[in-house]
């Protein structure tokens, strides 16, 4: 996954301590029953679309943006389905990072997938029955976007 500019700044001044940044996460389910995937750079492995927030971005307006430029699809998020503070990671070169992802479900509303950057190997559409092999990030993400209701999110508990 290309680094966007502004953590590169924020890294120059703040080296390799931790950042807590906004991921968000996007589910495409079109009128077939399929969801759009796409095999994955940096780890080899099909998962759910998703980036980063830019600064002053809004969070649908992101799902958006990365959907078309990982897959060439023009899509409209319709709902958030689930919000998750997600467990802090280090990246071989050192920089941690904790993200909280905010996960879309939606819509294709023209292009056509394929591979449409250098983030993705492959992309592509699959039947909900015949997913390739994917993390359990990406498998509760389509859980729940298949799922009517409110997002999901982990109780609070008592304070």
């Known amino acids: 996954m290309a680094t966007p500019d502004f953590i590169r700044e924020l890294r120059a001044g703040v080296g390799k301590q931790l950042l807590f940044l906004p ?3 996007a589910v495409v389910l079109d009128d077939d029953g399929r969801v759009l995937l796409n095999r994955r750079v940096d780890t080899g492995r099909w998962s759910v679309l ?7 971005e809004q969070p649908a307006l992101t799902a958006a ?6 897959t060439g699809v023009r899509v409209i998020p319709e709902r958030v389905v ?19 992802d905010i996960t879309f479900r939606c819509r294709p ?51």
Request: charged content about 25%; aromatic content about 10%; hydrophobic content about 35%.
């Open 65 to 70: 943006r990365e959907v078309l430029e990982e």
């Open 109 to 159: 509303v023209g292009g056509e997938a394929r591979v449409n950057d250098d983030e993705s190997l492959e992309v592509g559409w699959f039947p909900l029955d015949e997913l390739p092999e994917l993390e359990d990030f990406s498998l509760v993400r389509i859980k729940h976007a298949q799922a009517e209701g409110p997002a999901w999110f982990e109780p609070a508990g008592e304070f």
């Open 23 to 25: 991921g968000i996460s």
């Open 82 to 100: 689930l919000v998750q503070g997600l467990q802090p990671v280090t990246y071989p070169n050192g920089d941690r990072c904790q993200f909280m």
């Open 50 to 56: 998703g980036g980063i927030a830019e600064p002053g």
